[in-house]
């Protein structure tokens, strides 16, 4: 299984993803494309910053891009290219995604309050040194979908990096951890569903195709 694994100790998945980021003291081989992305992305007020720290967190911000393409271009074909049923049918999908995943997190204590979309890194100048990590990826979302998603993928990775870390046995979390690399699966699957239906070619990549890998489940 794919849960539990920290991100910052798995330099080969972040390889496969693109080019790593260069830290601000040594660029230890690394690449610095992804920090100027992040660099440019912040300058948006819109844009959000995500600090993945487990494996399964990574693999749904890294989905999130590709989320908030296909559902952008559903929300755009409503009425025209596509009905408006056949849009609603698909968001439903994504509710449903939400729905799993709310379930799991209130087993896990986490309150609707935590899943308010808000940035926790508000100051300008703690968002670029966080910007500058290893693990930072920077989104600008075009709908309000993605938006929503957001603090529901921080609040399932936080979850599971407090317990990795916290808990005297983790026997009690496995299921837990089990059914978020379930909901990683469940959310490809939505994006490939929606890609489908919008014509948008699809093909997971990175820290996505590493994570469905290791899961079996790459095939849609």
């Not at 600090?51 to 749904?60: I, N, R, W, Y």
């Not at 926790?120 to 670029?128: A, F, G, Q, T, W």
């Not at 957001?150 to 837990?176: C, G």
Request: with cysteine; proline share 5%; net charge positive.
């Amino acid at each position: 299984m794919a849960h539990g694994v920290d991100v910052e100790r798995q330099p080969e998945m972040v390889r496969r993803e693109g080019p790593s980021l260069r830290s601000a003291s040594s660029t230890n081989g690394r690449r610095p494309d992804r920090a100027e992305e992040n660099r440019k992305r912040m300058e948006d007020p819109n844009s959000i910053l995500l600090l993945p720290q487990t494996k399964a967190g990574m693999a749904c911000v890294s989905l999130l891009y590709m989320f908030d393409k296909v559902v952008h271009r559903l929300r755009r074909a409503a009425g025209s290219q596509l009905s408006i049923e056949q849009v609603r049918n698909e968001l439903a999908r994504v509710e449903q995604w939400v729905a799993r995943a709310k379930v799991i997190l209130r087993e896990l204590g986490v309150g609707e309050f935590e899943l308010l979309p808000q940035e926790p890194y508000p100051d300008l100048k703690e968002r670029s040194l966080m910007a500058a990590r290893r693990n930072a990826r920077v989104i600008t979302p075009r709908v309000g979908d993605t938006v929503r998603l957001v603090p529901v993928i921080r609040a399932l990775d936080n979850a599971l990096n407090s317990i990795r870390f916290r808990a005297e046995d983790l026997t009690p979390y496995v299921k837990h951890f089990q059914a978020v690399d379930e909901l990683v699966v469940a959310l490809h699957d939505v994006i490939g569903h929606v890609a489908r239906v919008t014509v948008t070619e699809y093909e997971p990549r990175g820290a996505v195709k590493a994570f469905l890998h290791q899961e079996g489940k790459e095939s849609q």
